[in-house]
């Protein structure tokens, strides 16, 4: 613990604390006492508690749709109840229901053929060289079709960088790299990575197909074999009325990732070679150009439905007025199930990603509904479903929000803090953006943790979880996450998360063998709390910084500006 860290007081003896205080002082100064630090201490045994339920075998891993996801569910929801929450979706129900299609590659079954204008056809071999993308819609997808390449395939004339300028697409095939352009300022990389931007930009423009080949970077950070092992994992999204899933791009017959060792066959006969072209886009220069060659590709998908639910429980606000408003902390529920074996061990337990985040919102809603001082606005506790298949569970609570969406001031989100040493740090993704930041930094100064800027802009975190569902609707968000400094100079915390991140991240191995350092996610509890306190208590709602590029990308006019205050 930092030794600048408040001391650790039970919650009688801060009501004590408190009662005396408030008998010694006139309103003015109660109040004053009140806002440094209205809440209690968190429990870290309370947390562990939480993280052992929701990380047991039992729970198989909490893949959305299973019966271990739904227990976990009903387990939050009867922890909302017990803290004093209110049940916050529709008829009085903790359960927003959400139904899901999955979809799982076939991959025996699969095919994909290169044919060069003269020479013989190149047959790639599924779950080596190429892995296809599950269709939502459609069991089996047989299609043919022209390619072109078209660097990262990004269109962003405003940021000096146009891929798809002077080349058409329409009924063609795109060879795109992963990622954008490090050139590009961090936000804008990230909102240009995220698979939805770019294949809206593409699908708008016509094109039939997408193969996409991972960038040297991210080869090194995801390499090819490690894709592989993982696509046992199916896909999902959230289903509307009719049961059509959502972003299923039926436009898009052709769809795989090409592996780095057999991207080289789709250049043969080009312009430039594969090794041009990564040269190119490290040095951010839009390219696009023909590829003389057609793509024959046969997918079959097994599709089946599945229900499921976020779990939402609403704290009221104490302002008559403001109450009406409402601050949204999220955190994913569900895990990636039982799958592949490693070791001898098929259960995908999810300790850090998300059991750890749910212990450290349900600590935080407790510290704001037990503390001497409520909330003046509304607090919605959000635990989302299928954030492990593309954020859907979010995207379903923006796109059917259980209040108005215009009265959602914030969202701040909570995704696998691993902590594994005593933390001295925190890095707070998207804070930069709006006025989240400086409130993120206050709490963090109060909880005695320095806050540290997300040191790997490259991995654009911020489009990779929960919140961007929010920011993609203007609602300006925060995501706090463990820093990579220790109090204790003899635990290295940084080389311990490098170490998780390769051997235990989506692995059995992400388990409660794990020597998680309790005592730190009780300060991420009580820091998260405090950071929606000062939201839901200030007179004005939180906005995104003058001219930022969320801001300006998202955010309507109506609600950048601050609410008119009581
Ligand atoms: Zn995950």
Same mark, same amino acid.
């Given at each position: 613990?930092s030794p ?7 919650p009688?003896?801060?009501g004590?604390?408190?009662?005396l205080?408030?008998s010694?002082c006139?309103?003015r ?6 806002a440094?630090?209205?809440?209690p201490?968190a429990?870290?045994?309370a947390?562990r508690a939480h993280?052992?339920?929701?990380a ?15 227990i976990?569910?009903?387990y939050?929801?009867?922890?909302f ?7 916050g979706?529709?008829?009085?129900s903790?359960?927003?229901p959400?139904?899901?299609?999955e979809s799982?590659s076939?991959?025996p ?16 071999a599924p779950?080596?060289?190429f892995?296809?993308v ?7 997808v047989?299609?043919e ?5 078209a660097? *990262?395939g990004?269109?962003?004339p405003d940021h ?14 795109v060879?795109?790299?992963s990622?954008a352009?490090?050139?590009f300022?961090p936000?804008?990389r990230?909102h240009?990575s995220?698979?939805?931007t770019?294949t809206q930009a593409?699908?708008d423009?016509?094109a039939?197909?997408?193969?996409q080949?991972?960038t ?5 950070r995801?390499?090819?074999e490690?894709?592989?092992?993982q696509s046992?994992?199916s896909r ?11 972003g299923?791009?039926p436009q898009?017959a052709?769809r795989?990732?090409i592996?780095?060792d ?5 250049f ?23 590829l003389?060659?057609?793509v ?23 302002d008559p007025a ?14 990636v199930g ?6 001898g ?8 990603d998300?059991?750890s ?7 935080a809603?407790r ?11 509304s607090v919605?506790?959000?635990?989302v ?5 593309g954020l859907q ?15 959602i001031?914030?969202?701040i989100?909570i ?12 890095t ?6 709006s ?10 100064a109060?909880?005695?943790v320095?806050v540290?800027?997300?040191s790997?802009?490259?991995?654009v975190?911020f489009?990779r ?15 706090i996450d463990e820093?990579?400094?220790?109090t ?7 080389a311990r998360v490098?170490?998780?991140r390769k051997e ?9 063998s794990?020597?998680?350092d309790w005592?730190?996610?009780a300060?991420?509890?009580?820091l998260n ?6 939201v ?6 939180p ?6 590029? *969320?801001?300006?990308t998202?955010a ?7 609410a008119?205050?009581?």
């Open positions: 613990m600048s860290r408040l001391p650790v007081l039970s009688l003896a801060v004590l604390a408190t009662a205080l408030l010694a006139t309103p100064e109660e109040a004053a006492a009140q440094a630090d209205p809440l201490e429990s870290a045994p947390i993280v052992e339920f929701l047991d075998d039992l729970l198989e891993g909490r893949l959305s749709g299973t019966r271990g996801y739904d976990a569910a009903g939050v929801a009867s922890e109840a017990q803290i004093g929450l209110r049940p979706a529709a008829e009085g903790w359960m927003q959400v139904a899901l299609v799982l076939l991959l079954a699969s095919r994909l053929v290169l044919r060069p204008a003269t020479g013989p056809a190149v047959t790639m779950g080596k060289d892995l296809p599950a269709s939502l819609d459609q069991a089996k047989l299609a079709a022209p390619m072109v390449f660097g *990262f990004v269109s962003a000096g960088h146009d891929d798809l300028a002077g080349i058409d697409v329409k009924g063609k095939v060879v795109v790299f990622g352009p490090s050139k300022p936000e804008v990230a240009y995220a698979g939805l770019k593409l699908v423009r016509g039939v197909g997408i193969l080949i991972q040297r970077d991210d080869q090194q995801t390499p090819w490690r894709l592989v092992q046992w994992r999902m999204a959230w289903a509307n009325d009719e049961g059509v899933p959502n299923a791009w898009l052709i795989a990732s592996s780095p057999s991207a080289a066959a789709l043969a006969g080009a312009p430039k070679t594969l090794d041009d072209t990564y040269a190119a886009a490290e040095a951010g220069t839009p390219q696009a150009f023909e003389p060659l057609t024959e590709q046969e997918r079959h998908s097994m599709i089946r439905q599945r229900q499921s639910a976020n779990v939402v429980g609403v704290l009221e606000g104490t403001l109450k009406n408003e409402y601050v949204v902390i999220s955190a994913h529920l569900d895990h039982k799958g592949a074996p490693i070791g061990d098929a259960i995908y337990n999810g300790a850090f998300n059991a985040g749910i212990a450290v919102m349900l600590e809603a510290l704001l509904a037990s503390g001497p001082v409520k909330p003046r606005r919605i506790f959000l635990a479903t299928a954030e492990e298949s569970g979010a995207d379903y609570f923006v796109q059917h929000p259980t209040v108005p969406r215009e009265a001031v914030a969202n989100n995704d696998m803090p691993v902590a594994l040493a005593p933390l001295a740090d925190i707070a993704f998207g804070a930069e953006n006025t989240l930041g400086a409130v993120v930094e206050r709490a963090a109060a909880e005695g320095a540290t800027p997300d790997k802009p490259e991995e975190i489009v979880s929960d919140q961007y569902a929010f920011v993609r609707a203007g609602i300006p968000a925060l995501y820093g990579m400094r220790s204790d100079p003899t635990q290295d915390q940084a490098e170490a998780f235990r991240y989506h692995q059995p191995g992400d388990d409660l794990q020597a998680i005592p730190s996610l300060m991420l509890a009580r709390a405090r950071v929606i306190n000062e839901a208590n200030d007179d004005s709602r906005s995104w910084h003058p001219g930022n590029f *969320f801001g300006e998202f309507k006019p109506a609600e950048a500006t601050p008119p205050t009581p």
